[in-house]
């Protein structure tokens, strides 16, 4: 079983930037996908972004051309790079590991999942 960590959600203003971390313990990162998913209060938890093992992207539509999720094989770490967040965008942030190394938005594809981590965009 991975373990993943995330890093770097906080308290921003609307417009501004953050960039999330996902830390995943293991020797075979590589060959995983890997996807962001966030929770926001009294809602369902919804698809963001992943990437496959080969580096293929796919964004959900209200953030497309505003987020980027890229990896880092070295690091076993992969990124969501959040830009002109909206309130909106408010939310519980998680990254998930699938195994397979096909990327999918369906949240019950995944196998592993991180803590989450907290994001939320003032007004």
């Known amino acids: 079983q991975v373990q993943l960590v995330e890093s770097g959600g906080g308290l921003v203003q609307a417009g501004d930037s953050l960039r999330l971390s996902c830390a995943a313990s293991?020797?075979?990162?590589?060959?995983?996908?890997m996807g962001w998913f966030r929770q926001a209060p009294g809602k369902e938890r919804e698809f963001v972004a992943a990437?496959?093992?080969?580096?293929?992207?796919y964004y959900a539509d209200s953030v497309k051309g505003r987020f980027t999720i890229s990896r880092d094989n070295a690091k076993n770490t992969v990124y969501l790079a959040m830009n002109s967040l909206k309130p909106e965008d408010t939310a519980v942030y998680y990254c998930?590991?699938?195994?397979?190394?096909?990327?999918?938005?369906?949240?019950?594809?995944?196998?592993?999942w991180g803590q989450g981590i907290q994001v939320t965009v003032s007004s």
């Open positions: 293991g020797r075979t990162f590589s060959n995983y996908a």
């Open positions: 990437i496959s093992w080969n580096g293929n992207t």
């Open positions: 998930a590991a699938r195994y397979s190394g096909a990327s999918s938005y369906r949240p019950g594809a995944y196998d592993s």
